[in-house]
């Protein structure tokens, strides 16, 4: 068998100890690997390397992906896609793992029709995948978000200030949420559990009543207008709000060692699954227990983590 690796969609810290895993489990099994640049882009193009051990030895602890990544809109049409298949069959490549989010993902099972054998491993910071408790990317990109919210606190709390602090996460709320239940903010608005102007104000005024001058309010992006939002605040409360938005500084960064070990685990399965004849599948974890399941199964719905939630209004109050 040989295999191509390849990383696609948004980047996520923790992709390169999942390829590390992958040709390694692969070299154990005497697999050759192939890299595919640029995600489908790559398989386009043709533009690969091959990968041996020795070329992933250092690579688990950098951000980023050594593969790179793209968002290749030739691979969402069909023409592109056969494209991508000739140059499989070319370079005699007879099973792929894909390392990215749901958009990859859709990718990946449209090549596994195409009689691919394909395993999915999921790489976004967002963790916007329902079927998995966590994607790599999740934990590094939430310790990223901690500790700058941890800044901000301490000019906070020196002036009695209030901030909005806008997160990633596309339409999925966990950065928002898993940074308030750690101790990062004080309102949080999801979109899973938004919260309008009025109730944010009100969140707040009760706060600053109890004496907590300083107050963080995490917002996932996409939500609201923020000069709106903090405009309507300084009015109503008549106080001076400040705004920062983490933007990209959430993205790169080393990989935490939560991450390092999941996309361990998983590159190692997503290998495992394709010598035993397995496609079509993603690989995620479910109650700190490595699974998979069936790609057209894998989408971003809305999934409200209630026990969070309640957890939160404990926190909160
Ligand atoms: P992510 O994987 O992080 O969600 P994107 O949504 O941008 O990122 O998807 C990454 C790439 O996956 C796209 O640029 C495209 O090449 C491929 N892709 C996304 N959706 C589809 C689709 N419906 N069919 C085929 N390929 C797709």
């Known amino acids: 068998m040989r295999l191509g690796v390849l990383t696609s969609g948004g980047d996520a810290p923790g992709m390169n100890a999942a390829i590390r895993a992958v040709v390694k489990a692969a070299n154990y099994n005497n697999i050759e690997v192939i890299g595919i640049k640029r995600g489908y882009q790559g398989l386009i193009d043709g533009d690969i390397q091959r990968l041996t051990s020795l070329d992933v030895e250092e690579i688990s602890d950098k951000g980023g992906t050594i593969l790179k990544t793209a968002r290749c809109l030739e ?40 009689g691919i054998k394909v395993i999915g491993i999921p790489g976004t910071i967002d963790n916007d995948l329902a079927y998995t408790d966590y994607s790599i990317g999740f934990d590094t990109t939430l310790n990223t978000v901690l500790e700058c919210i941890g800044k901000i606190r301490d000019t906070d709390y020196s ?66 207008d923020l000069q709106e939002l903090q405009k309507y605040i300084e009015e109503k409360l008549k106080i001076s709000v400040r705004t920062t938005v983490l933007g990209f500084i ?68």
């Open 75 to 114: 691979f969402v049409e069909e023409l592109g896609r056969r494209k991508a298949l000739e140059l499989l069959k070319k370079l005699d490549i007879d099973a792929l793992v894909v390392i990215g989010g749901e958009g990859s993902f859709r990718g990946a099972e449209k090549l596994h029709e195409l």
């Open 159 to 224: 002036h009695d200030k209030t901030t909005i602090v806008e997160v990633m996460g596309r339409y999925c709320g966990d950065l928002a949420l898993y940074s308030a239940l750690a101790g990062g903010g004080e309102i949080i608005s999801t979109p899973e559990k938004k919260l309008d102007f009025d109730t944010i104000c009100s969140k707040l005024r009760l706060r600053m009543s109890n004496g907590k001058k300083d107050n963080i309010v995490i917002i996932t992006e996409r939500m609201y």
């Open 250 to 317: 959430q993205r790169g960064g080393n990989p935490s060692a939560f991450d390092r070990v999941l996309a361990s685990k998983m590159g190692i399965r997503a290998v495992d699954l394709l010598i035993s004849g397995y496609s079509g599948r993603a690989v995620g974890v479910k109650n700190n227990k490595i699974i998979d399941v069936e790609l057209e199964n894998v989408n971003t719905e809305v999934n409200v983590k209630q026990d969070n939630y309640n957890i939160l209004d404990v926190l909160l109050h």
